[in-house]
Each structure stands twice: as C-alpha cells, then as structure tokens.
Nanobody, 119 residues
C-alpha cells in the first residue's frame, strides 16, 4: 500500500503565492520521479513540473519562472509564485515508484488539492 498526503491548496488572489506539499509513505522500495500535475474543469490533466531522484527538474512552459519544484526524500513540494487566475485547477501529486515486493515501477497518484486564484 502506498499513501499520499497532499496539502497547501486554497484560495489566493492573483499575484499571490502558495506552497503545495505531498508526503508519500507506505511499502516503498524506491521513488524514481515525482511530479505535479494539474487539471482544470473541463480540461485534460497537464504536467506542471517533475523532479528526479537526482533532483533534475523540468517545467511546463506555462509555469517556468513562477513555480519551483523541490524534493526531500519521499516528499515533494511546489512553490507557486505570481499566481494567475488560469492557474486555477486541482493539483495532483504523482510518484513513479516501486513498491516493496513488486518488480516493476508504476505511477501512483495523490487525491488532489484545489488551488483557486481570484482576479
């Protein structure tokens, strides 16, 4: 079993900041990559940022220079600055990991946290 605890979402005014946190626990052998995705109402789920076990990061163009992903062990964070109304979405934590006793790694997802940016 793998467990996710996401926190940090909420309502913020345009130009404000939020910091999302995601703690992953359970029967984990290793976590290769962690990421944040987001899904706005009526739209597909989009990749926001990724961070590897070696702390290499990658960002979607629409958040470059505003968002920063970081990782500490099995926890991943997303610092979001200069928020815009179009950043409004449910943000999902993702981990590509191997469970203890299972050979292949696969994607696991958190429950999502709502971020709403008012204009």
């Amino acid at each position: 079993q793998v467990y996710f605890v996401e926190s940090g979402g909420g309502l913020v005014q345009s130009g404000g900041s939020l910091r999302l946190s995601c703690d992953v626990s359970g029967s984990i052998f290793s976590i290769n990559r962690m990421a944040w995705y987001r899904q706005a109402v009526g739209k597909p789920r989009d990749l926001v940022a990724t961070i590897t076990s070696g702390s290499n990061t990658n960002y979607a163009d629409f958040v470059k220079g505003r968002f920063t992903i970081s990782r500490d062990g099995n926890s991943v964070y997303l610092q979001m600055n200069a928020l815009k109304p179009e950043d409004t979405a449910v943000y999902y934590c993702n981990a590509y990991l191997r469970e203890i006793g299972i050979y292949r790694a696969k994607d696991y997802w958190g429950q999502g946290t709502q971020v709403t940016v008012s204009s």
